[in-house]
């Protein structure tokens, strides 16, 4: 079993930055490719991005290309998410998400999920 707890999330204003950071209890992380994907109200929940269990392949949804980040410290169980120039549409519940064994985009690969932080975007 895999626990999960984000935190980092709050409110920022378009243009600013954030780190998001999901602790994994459990002796298994390091085997695991990570996740997040993020839910906006009124909408389904979507990739964001992944890991894979060493980090050497990561993948980002064409909409964060190139603002965020997605790193992991497996001697601190811990994955991290840096957003830079925020936008607006980023607004939304991020989970992170565990148990895949391969960086996948899709949700149903992924077996434990935290209980999400709120990023807001607004002026």
């Known amino acids: 079993q895999v626990q999960l707890i984000e935190s980092g999330g709050g409110l920022v204003q378009p243009g600013g930055s954030l780190r998001l950071s999901c602790v994994a209890s459990?002796?298994?992380?390091?085997?695991?490719?990570m996740g997040w994907f993020r839910q906006a109200p009124g909408e389904e929940r979507e990739f964001v991005a992944t890991?894979?269990?060493?980090?050497?392949?990561?993948y980002y949804a064409d909409s964060v290309n190139d603002r965020f980040t997605i790193s992991r410290d497996n001697a601190k169980n811990t994955v991290y998410l840096q957003m830079n120039s925020l936008k607006p549409e980023d607004t939304a519940v991020y989970y992170c998400?565990?148990?895949?064994?391969?960086?996948?985009?899709?949700?149903?690969?992924?077996?434990?999920w935290g209980q999400g932080t709120q990023v807001t975007v607004s002026s």
């Open positions: 459990g002796r298994t992380f390091s085997s695991y490719a």
């Open positions: 890991t894979s269990w060493g980090g050497g392949s990561v």
């Open positions: 998400a565990a148990g895949s064994s391969y960086a996948a985009r899709g949700e149903n690969e992924y077996r434990y």
